[in-house]
């Protein structure tokens, strides 16, 4: 996702520096055809057009290219984060079922995998630990130990 960016940012102003501007506008349409909707739009409880609002681009070309300036290296920034969090890959994931049902049912595999595996290695280095505290003989640990284990046994030949 790489986006295409102009050498410097707030040349294209010139060429709209005829017109006016007002942020409750439309830019696109002719004001003959703002005002007519606008007047129509009266009864929706919409703000009217106010001429002390609007602005001649003329009056302020040094602070409107600065503020674009700024809001085009924002959105770079934004679109950089976006970039590096891969959020197309995430949204692509989350949107298709199929994918997130193989997704999760992976996941879970795994899971279940590594607790089993990981349960055997402790309980085995467990028992070993054990076998080994028998074998030193300690008195009041190693005839537990030694009893645990009997009953480890006895119970393994009854089945």
Do not use: C
Not at 63 to 79: G, M, P, T, W
């Amino acid at each position: 996702m790489t986006m295409n960016k102009p050498n410097s940012y707030g040349d294209d102003l010139t060429a709209n520096n005829k017109r006016t501007f007002h942020p409750l506008q439309a830019q696109d349409q002719p004001d003959d055809e703002v005002s007519s909707k606008q007047a129509s739009s009266t009864h929706n409880h919409v703000k009217t057009h106010d001429h002390e609002r609007d602005f001649d681009v003329n009056e302020h070309p040094f602070e409107l290219r600065h503020e674009v300036k700024r809001l085009n290296k924002r959105l770079d920034q934004i679109a950089d984060t976006l970039e590096r969090a891969e959020f197309k890959d995430i949204l692509e994931n989350y949107s298709s079922t199929k994918r997130r049902i193989m997704s999760n049912l992976t996941a879970g595999i795994a899971r279940g995998l590594g607790l089993t595996l990981g349960t055997v290695v402790i309980l085995a280095l467990l028992a070993w630990l054990l076998s080994f505290l028998v074998q030193l003989n300690l008195p009041v640990i190693g005839d537990f130990i030694a009893e645990l284990l009997g009953y480890i046994k006895m119970s393994q030949g009854t089945k």
